[in-house]
């Protein structure tokens, strides 16, 4: 999609965009736009409404946005009648642009509109969505410039657009090696650097706590490792992200819901879409990442419970659940990041533990760290685009809930409470007390239900969050 900014609708066809604050149901002024009239009775601009009216040869479209906005409602809404309007778009479209929006709110608005391309049947034979047309020009009218802004949001749209579909996408398609050379491509598109170890050269480097996790599978587990780095860079943060690309649980194999465990790598995914975005927007920060990637398989040759394994950092590990693999891979992500690249500040994000879910529901992720002010720091990144974390506590009180009497430590507390809570203590044990590192347990928040589809998909959460923390520092 490319933008135009056009002074009028002189002689324009096509479909017009024009969103519109809430007055009242009963409101004596009617909204007036393009010589057409909309009395209170029919629309009034209410959240989550929209109105359409045909003349002049042109599709006008009144989109509601409510007495308030926030930038998730906003990007929502302009997302929505992408989607479910998109039978309206005509080869011409414009937006107007109302003179009350801010930077952040234009922002969300071309955010919105791209997003609503998306569509999860990537096997089914259907019509694109016009946006999609790659000479398509989305006009606009504004007051004011607001170019800087709408493309931002086209990028960052961009990016979670991708982190859509390598979640959304079936595990025979989205392989540990699948999303190897989706990260090398993509470097070589957006500039940053990629670097993969596959077996043989994660065992020579002694990743054996990732590679246990793999050793039931005959995909070729793939570490990932992503460096940007701009010229005068001042600052360094390291990002982990999981990336367990199917989960069956291992020999302690699921009994519910292994259907959707394609989206046990959307940790990993949202690493990959993050550095995507932040070198698509050229942040003066530095960012190294790595996506372990692998697949928690059954065969002959699948870790068992019991087992103790050694991990890249030299702590022994007793495997008591082999469904407690996700922190596993973590823990040699960790600390090779911290060891070889030390990092000012490091956040790992992952779809970790039921357990975080049964804490905070659907609504926010858990945040893990003992760092106030880069707590208060990544809530106010979430908080201002709609990407909420809450702090859970990492005391340790916890600790013995990971002690082990044959190993260093074990990678399950066995219990049926606080899990969250000790797998993110078995995680901190392999910071080497890094003083700035956070863990993102968005195990209740990647993956889910709405209104853009009928089944559980993709959200991208994370992307926006952690590029928004960054931009931030």
Same mark, same amino acid.
């Given at each position: ?216 599978? @005959? ?5 990932? *490792?992503?460096? %940007? #780095? &701009? ?7 390291? $990002?982990? =992200? ?88 973590? @823990? ?5 990041? *911290?060891?070889? %690249? #030390? &990092? ?7 779809? $970790?533990? =039921? ?109 926006? $969050? ?8």
């Amino acid at each position: 999609m490319k933008i135009k900014k056009i002074q009028n609708l002189n002689n324009f066809t096509g479909t017009i965009l024009i969103p519109v604050f809430e007055t009242t149901v009963k409101s004596i002024i009617p909204i007036e736009y393009h010589g057409i009239t909309v009395y209170s009775q029919v629309f009034y601009g209410k959240k989550a409404s929209h109105y359409l009216v045909e003349k002049y040869d042109c599709t006008h479209v009144f989109i509601g946005l409510g007495k308030e906005l926030d930038y998730k409602a906003l990007k929502t809404t302009f997302r929505r009648i992408a989607s479910k309007q998109k039978e309206v778009f005509a080869k011409n479209v414009a937006l107007v642009i109302p003179e009350k929006f801010n930077a952040n709110q234009v922002e969300a608005a071309f955010s919105g509109l791209v997003l609503g391309t998306y569509d999860l049947g990537h096997y089914k034979k259907t019509e694109s969505h016009p946006f999609m047309n790659a000479d398509f020009e989305l006009n606009y009218i504004s007051s004011t410039v607001v170019v800087e802004a709408a493309n931002k949001g086209i990028k960052i749209a961009n990016a979670q657009l991708e982190t859509f579909a390598l979640v959304d996408l079936p595990p025979n398609k989205i392989t540990p090696k699948y999303l190897a050379n989706w990260a090398t491509d993509t470097g070589k598109k957006y500039g940053f650097e990629v670097t993969v170890f596959g077996k043989d050269k994660a065992t020579e480097v002694g990743l054996h706590s990732f590679l246990s996790v793999g050793k039931g599978s @005959a995909q070729e587990p793939q570490f990932i *490792i992503m460096e %940007y #780095k &701009p010229d005068g860079a001042k600052k360094h943060i390291g $990002l982990v =992200g999981k990336g367990i690309t199917f989960d069956t649980g291992g020999l302690n194999i699921k009994t519910a819901g292994m259907v959707q465990m394609k989206c046990d790598m959307a940790g990993g995914a949202a690493v990959l879409g993050t550095m995507q975005l932040i070198a698509d927007l050229k942040l003066p920060i530095r960012v190294t990442a790595i996506v372990p990637a692998c697949e928690n398989s059954v065969d002959a040759q699948s870790f068992l419970p019991s087992d103790v394994i050694q991990s890249y950092a030299g702590h022994s590990i007793e495997i008591i659940d082999t469904d407690a693999e996700g922190r596993l891979i973590l @823990a040699d992500g960790l600390s090779y990041l *911290i060891k070889n %690249y #030390k &990092p000012e500040t490091v956040v790992d994000l992952a779809t $970790l533990t =039921g357990s975080v879910v049964g804490t905070l529901g659907y609504e926010c992720a858990g945040l893990f760290t003992n760092n106030d002010e880069l707590s208060k720091k990544l809530q106010q990144a979430g908080d201002a685009i709609g990407e909420r974390l809450w702090q859970l506590p990492l005391w340790d009180a916890y600790k013995p809930d990971i002690e082990s009497e044959i190993a260093d430590v074990k990678n399950y507390s066995g219990k049926p409470v606080a899990g969250a809570i000790s797998a993110a203590k078995f995680l901190e044990y392999f910071t080497d007390n890094h003083t700035s590192w956070a863990h993102l347990d968005i195990a209740g928040v990647a993956f889910g239900d709405d209104e853009f589809a009928k089944t559980k998909h993709a959200t991208a959460y994370g992307v926006h $969050l952690i590029t928004n923390f960054i931009e931030n520092l």
